[in-house]
């Protein structure tokens, strides 16, 4: 499966930005999604995923209530909608896919078969 990230950019604190991951090569329902991220200096975290039902998702504390994740089927795209954002969002936001996983690894980048090219996101105070 490819995937293409984008939607990153320059945002001041508080601002919102969604990132759009479009997925094609594979029937995108069988696929769990993630998003993670990756700070200058700083090993790639976990942000977000959706599981195949579209109904399922998880979050790293320091995003909840903040981010959403949802997935379009029609689009075969997943979304990161981020609101509030802080200086400490910024990073390269990255989306990857699972053909299968289960949840106590779906914070774990190697539980991922295909990454995306990944976004940049820069959010200044």
């Known amino acids: 499966v490819q995937l293409q990230a984008s939607g990153g950019g320059l945002v001041q604190a508080g601002d919102s930005l969604r990132l759009s991951c479009a997925a094609s090569g594979r029937t995108f329902s069988d696929l769990t999604m993630g998003w993670f991220r990756q700070a200058p200096g700083k090993e790639r975290e976990f942000v977000a995923a959706i599981f195949r039902n579209g109904v399922s998702t998880h979050y790293t504390d320091s995003v909840k209530g903040r981010f959403t994740i949802s997935r379009d089927r029609a689009k075969n795209t997943v979304y990161l909608q981020m609101n509030s954002l802080n200086p400490e969002d910024t990073a390269v936001y990255y989306c990857?896919?699972?053909?299968?996983?289960?949840?106590?690894?779906?914070?774990?980048?190697?539980?991922?078969?295909?990454w995306g090219q990944g976004t940049l996101v820069t959010v200044s105070s």
């Open positions: 990857a896919a699972s053909r299968r996983i289960i949840y106590s690894t779906i914070g774990v980048p190697s539980s991922y078969n295909n």
